[in-house]
Structure formats: C-alpha cells, structure tokens
C-alpha cells in the first residue's frame, strides 16, 4: 500500500471517528470541538519554553548571549546535535504524562504525541528532517540503566 493512500485513509478515518465520537480535552474534560482530545484553551495554557538551549531544550536565560545555547551546554555539549521540547516539564504537563505512563491514560499518549509532532514539524520547516529522532522523556543527563552492554553510552 502506498504511502499516500494510507496518508488518505487515516485521515477519512480520524474524521469519522471525531464525527462519531467527538473530542473530549483530556485536561478540563469538556467538548474539545476540534480533531484533538484537547481544548484550544487548555493548549494554549500549557507551559511552552519561547527560547530554549537547542542543545539540552532548557529555557534560556534573559541574559544569554549565544542566543542558542546555554552556558552549561557551551562548556559541556552534550551527545547529541539538538534537542526539541514541546513544553516545559511542568503542571499540567508532567500531570499528563504520568497519567499516560503510569494510569494506563492512552488518549493522553496520542495528545501528548501529536503535540510533540506539532513541535518537531515546527523545528523543521526551514531544513531537512534529520536522519534520527530519538525520544526520550527522561533528562539526557540521568543514567541509563538496564541496556545491552552494545547500546550503553
């Protein structure tokens, strides 16, 4: 099947799954009125970082001069060329990713996911997708454990 038709399908698909069953915002529970399980409202109300570093997706100090990147990461890069955040790592964020994680919450999942698409889609209008996207909820700077020893760092 080409790519194009299941581009076609899904798309007829989700319309009749809104039709049938419309959005619910997944955060203040009422009629989203759109194709997403969250209400304009609430999404705009989530925490988004206007000038993160590109390197760890921290916000950027006033005062920084590189414009890009943050002193921690200027004197330390760290592995990897860039990172995207969708939003900061707070309420009512990190409430609707534990939720997702941790409660079973798989509505909350295709929401949070579907935004970090709207973010990456953003990042990327002006160069070509890059060849990798690894995902990655954790900091970059906490351990990893319980890896085959091929795939530790």
Not at 92 to 104: C, E, H, Q, S, W
Request: hydrophobic share 35%; charged share 15%.
């Amino acid at each position: 099947m080409s790519s194009r038709l299941i581009t076609k399908v899904n798309y007829w698909l989700n319309n009749i799954q809104f039709s049938l069953l419309p959005g619910t915002c997944i955060h203040c529970h009422r009629d989203s009125h759109r194709h997403h399980d969250l209400c304009l409202d609430c999404e705009i109300a989530l925490p988004v970082i206007n000038d993160p570093c590109q390197s760890c997706g921290l916000p950027l100090p006033a005062n920084n001069y590189d414009g890009h990147s943050c002193g921690s990461c200027i004197i330390d890069p760290p592995p990897f060329e860039h990172l995207i955040s969708a939003f900061e790592y707070s309420a009512p964020v990190n409430d609707l990713i534990t939720a997702f994680k941790y409660r079973g919450k798989l509505a909350f999942g295709r929401v949070l996911t579907q935004l970090l698409l709207q973010s990456i889609r953003h990042f990327y209008t002006e160069q070509p997708l890059p060849e990798l996207l690894i995902l990655n909820a954790k900091s970059w700077q906490c351990p990893i454990v319980n890896l085959p020893p091929i795939l530790q760092p």
